[in-house]
C-alpha cells in the first residue's frame, strides 16, 4: 500500500459491491467442493472416462458461445492454446488422480501451494529476488503443507499428497507459458479456453481409450446412478461452466486484485466442505498445517502486489 495522502474515492456502494462479489465468493465455494465432489464419483479406474464426460458436458456450450472469435484465431494461436491445453490436461489428470488418494481437504489447500508457487517460478525466470517477507510467506506454506500431510499422526505423504504438489507446480507452468507464449496474448480469453479445453478433452479420450489405462466414458456413464450424475452435473456446470462466465463478468466490474483475493478463498472452503461433508478430520498436526497453509498463501499474495 502507498503511504501517500490521496483524495479519499468515492464509496462504492455497497449494494454494487455485494453484487460483483458475492458471484465470485460462490465460485470459490464451488470450486472448494469440487475436490470432494470429484472424489465421490472417480475411482483410480475411471479417471480418463470421468474427465472426458465432465468437459464434454460444457465443451458444445463454449464452443457455440465463442465461435465468432474461434474463427478469427490465427494458426498460431491454434497451436498456443492446444499447446497450453496440454498442460492443462496434465493439471486436471494430476489433480485428479491424487484427490482419489488423499482427502478432499488436502488436496484444496495444497493446490492452494500454486499461488506461492507462481512468483517463485516467475523471479526464477526474471532473475529478480523476491522480497524477503514473501519468501518467509512461501516458508511458512511449505511447513504447513508438510503438517497438513501428517493428519493425525506424522507418517510418510500419501501418493495422492505428491501428486497434489505436482498439481500445484503444474499450474504454475500454465500461467508461466500462458503469461509468455506471445502468440496466445491477443487471443479471447473464451476462444482460448475452449481451443485448451478441446485439446485436453482429447487427451482424456486417447487415455480413456488405450488400453489398461481404465474404463470407457460410456462405461463409466452406464455406471453412474443419481448421487454419481448430481456430482458430474456439478463439476461440469458449476465448477466449469459457472466459473468460467463469472470470472469474465466479474473482472469488468471489480479490480483483478479483488478478483485474487476472493478466489483465494477456495482452500477454506474446500476445507470447509471435506470436513463438514465428506467427514474428514484433520488431527493437531493437520489443523495446525492448514492454518500455517492459509496464512502463508495469504500473507503471500500481499508481496505479490494483490491486495484488497
Not at 462479489?21 to 472448494?32: E, F, S
Not at 488423499?102 to 492452494?112: D, F, V, Y
Not at 510467506?137 to 507418517?155: E, K, P, R, W
Not at 470407457?216 to 458430474?232: D, H, I, R, Y
Request: glycine content about 12%; aromatic content about 8%; proline content about 6%.
Amino acid at each position: 500500500m502507498s503511504s501517500a495522502v490521496l483524495p479519499a474515492p468515492a464509496p462504492a456502494p455497497s449494494r454494487r459491491v455485494f453484487v460483483a462479489d458475492l458471484p465470485l465468493l460462490l465460485v470459490a465455494a464451488v470450486w472448494g467442493g469440487s475436490y470432494l465432489a470429484a472424489k465421490g464419483i472417480t475411482t483410480p479406474h475411471t479417471v480418463a472416462g470421468v474427465l472426458v464426460l465432465r468437459f464434454a458436458i460444457v465443451l458444445p456450450v463454449l464452443a457455440v458461445a465463442g465461435w465468432r472469435g474461434l474463427r478469427t484465431l490465427r494458426a498460431a494461436q491454434w497451436r498456443g492454446a492446444g499447446l497450453l491445453g496440454l498442460v492443462l490436461a496434465a493439471i486436471f489428470l494430476l489433480e485428479t488422480y491424487g484427490v482419489v488418494h488423499t482427502s478432499a481437504t488436502n488436496a484444496g489447500l495444497i493446490i492452494s501451494l500454486t499461488m506461492i508457487f507462481t512468483p517463485l517460478a516467475e523471479a526464477a525466470v526474471t532473475r529478480v529476488r523476491p522480497p524477503g517477507p514473501f519468501l518467509a510467506a512461501a516458508g511458512l506454506s511449505v511447513a504447513g503443507v508438510v503438517l497438513l500431510t501428517q493428519g493425525g499422526g506424522f507418517t510418510r505423504p500419501t501418493a495422492g499428497d505428491l501428486l497434489m504438489l505436482l498439481a500445484a507446480l503444474a499450474r504454475t507452468v500454465h500461467v508461466l507459458v500462458m503469461a509468455r507464449l506471445k502468440a496466445v496474448q491477443d487471443a479471447g480469453a473464451l476462444s482460448l479456453t475452449t481451443v485448451q479445453l478441446g485439446s485436453a478433452v482429447a487427451v482424456f479420450a486417447v487415455l480413456a481409450a488405450a488400453p489398461g489405462t481404465g474404463e470407457a466414458p460410456w462405461t463409466v456413464a452406464a455406471g453412474f446412478g443419481a448421487a454419481e450424475w448430481s456430482g458430474l452435473v456439478f463439476l461440469s456446470l458449476l465448477c466449469t461452466l459457472f466459473a468460467f462466465f463469472v470470472q469474465m463478468w466479474s473482472v469488468r466490474r471489480t479490480s483483478p486484485s479483488r478478483v485474487s483475493l476472493l478466489l483465494g478463498t477456495e482452500p477454506l472452503w474446500a476445507a470447509a466442505a471435506g470436513i463438514a461433508i465428506g467427514g474428514e478430520r484433520l488431527g493437531a498436526p493437520g489443523l495446525l498445517g492448514a492454518v500455517l497453509v492459509l496464512a502463508g498463501t495469504t500473507w503471500g499474495r500481499r508481496h505479490t502486489g494483490v491486495t484488497s
